[in-house]
């Protein structure tokens, strides 16, 4: 049993989960945590921001591009507050992120005082945040806590977590037990029987379309398998885009799943809400397998043919196997999926300013570069337009859709992915949320790139002002610094790119810097709008 404090115990228990860095930002409520860092800065790196919500923001880019846990860590009240948006989006993409929050003294906690950064019921917040929540009180009590925050951010349905502990008791020294090696969490049981239905179904079926989220991103060989295997087009809007390879004429954006879905006999749906698809129609013709780690996901809406809860690379593989007794005799359906995609390709070419400019960046991206897409008209046409080639290359912030997450986030992301390039887009609003984030981009030595398309305005906000009430304008014209001049003066490389051409030539150049962050400006009027290829109606 060694003595420690409340602070060392919780750092040794963060690294024997695994962890190599913490996104934080410092505060006297949580000096001894990071005097503890510093004497473990040997194993944990910790990365600090300008603002919290950068802190938040980084976490959660690192964990989605990772599909591992992170951690942040800031001070209680303002801090916490300041981070929420990165907590609410981590809930919102399922994704693993551990929020260390300081506290006030233990024994004034709720008293109301009016202690430093003292808020009502800290606890109570976080818990409508995040899933688990708990007190550290002790050093004993540190390691079975974090063990505890890991076990509940991979369990089920993933997501985050946050752990508090006072101001007191961080520096507080105790014995504290050998800190054991994680358990892993055990494979969901798999309901064979359900297997067998779903294969079933989909083995009869003469049509069938799969829907990715999010929760397929690491079953991207079952599921390009299963595409084969049955023929079957697989559609992902944000965060399911790259589980299959955006280059297979079976991959398939919105407007095109949405004529799919109109014709299908049967729908697997893998790790998605299937939200917006229920709105498109349901009726008794259409079979709907969903596959879950949530067991209360699929019924949520409507109760599906087959529910398959757990993680989705085992059940899908089960899957394959229990089709190769069932499934028909399939024509392939190639030169189809070749001829759709022509045609919905021509219907998208009114987006043709969004597509030159995403072209550009896909041909700079290598095969396994990381495109982080933003809520910006560029955002919203990547969606539809950018193809990505490997899971987790297109970081989306899912249905949150949280402007100005994408700056940060992108940190995060190549900070966690410092072996290959990560591209961040911004409009010019979203930019200026998380842009003094530069400055940690340029302190850490961060590469990444990202391209601010400048419309000088709110513009979604600015067209549906013009398009649905009559051109009053109100909020959404922007006065902007000169972004070139702003990203120089915290010491990143910038320049100004005034068509796809340019911005190629740009992004040749930002790439190429491995040791410093660049800004590309790119000056656009206003886009054509993406939405009819995105608000679709029912279908069925
Ligand atoms: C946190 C948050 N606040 C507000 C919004 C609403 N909103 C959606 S798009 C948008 C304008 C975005 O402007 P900009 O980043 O310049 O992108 P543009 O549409 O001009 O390309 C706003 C305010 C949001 N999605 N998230
Ligand atoms: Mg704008």
């Known amino acids: 049993m060694a003595t420690m404090t409340t602070a060392e115990a919780t750092v040794a228990a963060l690294i024997a989960h695994g962890l190599d860095t913490i996104y934080a930002l410092p505060g006297v409520h949580n000096d001894p945590f990071f005097d503890a860092l510093f004497k473990a800065s040997d194993r944990i790196r910790t990365v600090h921001t300008r603002h919290e919500q950068g802190a938040s923001l980084m976490a959660l880019g690192a964990a989605l591009a990772t599909g591992k846990p992170q951690a942040y860590c800031v001070v209680p009240g303002p801090g916490l507050l300041n981070s929420a948006t990165g907590l609410l989006t981590a809930h919102g993409t399922n994704a693993p992120v551990l929020a260390l929050i300081g506290q006030i003294a233990q024994a004034a906690i709720g008293r109301g005082y009016g202690h430093l950064h003292e808020i009502r019921d800290q606890p109570g917040i976080l818990s409508r945040l995040v899933d688990f929540t708990a007190r550290i009180r002790t050093a004993a009590e540190a390691p079975p806590l974090v063990a505890a925050a890991f076990h509940a951010m991979a369990s089920g349905r993933p997501g985050p977590a946050a752990l508090e502990c006072a101001i007191d008791v961080w520096g507080r020294s105790g014995p504290v037990p050998e800190i054991a090696a994680p358990t892993p969490v055990p494979p969901a049981p798999i309901d064979d029987d359900a297997v067998v239905d ?140 070749l001829e759709r995609q022509g045609k919905l390709s021509a219907r998208l070419a009114k987006l043709a300013p969004q597509i030159g400019f995403l072209q550009a960046i896909r041909a700079e991206l290598p095969e396994d570069g990381i495109l982080v897409e933003e809520v910006t008209q560029m955002g919203f046409a990547a969606r539809l337009l950018y193809p990505a080639y490997r899971p987790r290359t297109f970081i989306s912030p899912g249905f949150q859709d949280s402007l100005g997450w994408g700056y940060a986030a992108a940190l995060g992301v190549q900070d966690a992915r410092r072996d290959v390039p990560v591209v961040a887009i911004a409009g010019d609003g979203g930019f200026l949320f998380t842009a003094t984030e530069m400055a940690t981009a340029v302190h850490h030595r961060i590469p990444l790139t990202v391209v601010v398309f400048n419309d000088g305005a709110y513009g979604n906000v600015r067209r549906n002002q013009e398009e649905r009430f009559g051109n009053r304008i109100i909020a959404s014209d922007l006065s902007n610094p000169d972004f070139v001049r702003l990203a120089e003066s915290f010491g990143a490389a910038a320049e100004r790119a005034r068509n796809p051409a340019e911005l190629r030539a740009a992004l040749k150049r930002a790439l190429a810097r491995r040791e410093e962050p660049s800004l590309i400006e790119v000056p656009v009027p206003a886009l054509p709008s993406p939405w009819e290829f995105i608000m679709l109606p029912r279908a069925r």
């Open 198 to 337: 779903a294969a079933k179904r989909l083995g009869n079926a003469e049509r069938v379309l799969i829907v990715v989220g999010g929760g397929a991103q690491d079953a991207s060989a079952e599921v390009s398998e299963l595409s084969s295997l049955l023929q079957a087009p697989v559609m992902a809007f944000r965060r399911g885009r790259g589980v299959i390879d955006g280059r297979n004429p079976f991959s398939v954006v919105l407007p095109l799943g949405h004529e799919l879905w109109r014709e299908a006999e049967a729908v697997l749906a893998v790790g998605t809400r299937l939200f917006q698809q229920m709105q498109w129609g349901l009726d008794d013709k259409l079979q709907v397998i969903r596959v879950d780690a949530d067991p209360e996901e699929p019924e949520r809406f409507r109760k599906p043919a087959v529910a398959l809860v757990g993680d989705a690379a085992p059940l899908l593989r089960q899957l394959i196997d229990a089709l190769a007794s069932r499934n028909r005799k399939r024509a392939s359906r190639r030169e189809e999926m």
